[in-house]
């Protein structure tokens, strides 16, 4: 089946760039998403990327994806103290079923210091 | 904006209990899901539901059940809870009408099985 991994901590000073890496196994998804989970609260969308893209930049987050490698990444610019959470990537299944079920990365805690 | 609300935030049971995790949706989507979230575990998809009265297993459905009666709620049941039941659970809801498969998440309910 699918996998799907991410380191399980990282830790940056504030005002230094984050990056967040991923590796899936499905080389047919569709979609692939960074989702963000605040302390005590839900998984938010953060950004995604269609598969046939390498590379899309959304204000201070850029999310770069290596098909070949079945690798992506979530940049973060000028990291804030706001920014701690915990990062999913997420892999979608083809869009010709029904269901759209996504695979899930083991999530990233991302602490930022002072 | 889409809501997806989950009954509790936090739920204390004890074990052989019955439990109800209820989800409610207001955008009309068609698709549900329920997941569980654990530390260094990521999210597992327990079960989803592409249509009312629909049903299908995820990847960890042992000792869970669901049931969708109406379009906006998708309700969690664990017939008998046991201790390694004890998690977060989450709930997600999707449309076949946006393009990209995107989840909406509730809150969560930080269950504990005692």
């Known amino acids: 089946g699918e996998d799907v991994e991410q380191s399980l901590f990282l830790s940056v000073r504030e005002g230094d760039s984050s990056v967040i890496n991923c590796t899936y196994t499905d080389s047919s998804s569709t979609y692939l998403y960074w989702y963000k989970q605040e302390p005590g609260a839900g998984l938010q969308l953060l950004t995604y990327i269609f598969s046939n893209m390498d590379m899309k930049q959304d204000q201070r987050l850029t999310v770069l994806l290596n098909k070949k490698d079945k690798h992506l990444s979530l940049r973060i610019a000028d990291t804030q103290t706001g920014d701690s959470a915990i990062y999913f990537c997420?892999?979608?299944?083809?869009?010709?079923?029904?269901?759209?079920?996504?695979?899930f990365g083991t999530g990233t805690q991302l602490k930022v210091e002072l | 904006d889409v809501k997806v609300t989950q009954s509790s935030r936090y739920l204390v049971k004890r074990t052989g209990e019955k439990v109800f995790l209820e989800c409610v949706q207001d955008?009309?989507?068609?698709?549900m899901f329920w997941y569980r979230q654990d530390p260094g575990l990521g999210l597992r998809l327990i079960y989803f539901s592409y249509d009312v009265k629909m049903k299908e297993k995820g990847d960890i459905p042992e000792g869970y059940s669901v049931s969708r009666e109406k379009k906006e709620r998708f309700s969690l049941i664990l017939e008998s809870a046991s201790t390694n039941q004890t998690s977060m659970y989450l709930c997600?809801?999707?449309?076949?009408?946006?393009?990209?498969?995107?989840?909406?998440f509730g809150p969560g309910t930080r269950l504990t099985v005692l």
């Open positions: 997420a892999e979608g299944d083809s869009p010709t079923g029904g269901g759209n079920k996504l695979t």
């Open positions: 997600a809801s999707s449309s076949f009408r946006g393009a990209q498969e995107t989840q909406y």
């Open positions: 955008m009309d989507h068609e698709n």
